[in-house]
């Protein structure tokens, strides 16, 4: 059994939930407003680089590009 692959919004719900934070404690920990963390949990598609970087920092993460196979 392989990895199991987490989408940028299931990863960041599920640290955010690991550390028993709140959506507003987590939005106010990273310097961001709660209604962009709810969309970042959603999944929205278009949000700001700069912002979920904010957000990934507090797990020592950052976005970057992953290769993957085309099927």
């Known amino acids: ?6 989408t940028l919004n299931q990863f960041v719900k ?6 028993k ?3 507003k404690e987590m939005a106010e920990k990273a310097g961001v407003g ?3 963390l709810r969309e970042l949990e959603r999944g929205k598609e278009t949000l700001k680089m ?13 976005l970057g590009p992953i ?3 085309r099927q």
């Open 21 to 23: 934070l709140t959506q």
């Open 50 to 62: 700069d912002k979920v970087n904010l957000v990934l920092d507090l797990f020592g993460c950052e």
């Open 1 to 6: 059994m392989g990895k199991e692959k987490l």
């Open 34 to 36: 709660i209604r962009f």
């Open 67 to 69: 290769k993957y196979e």
């Open 14 to 19: 599920a640290k955010r939930k690991s550390l």
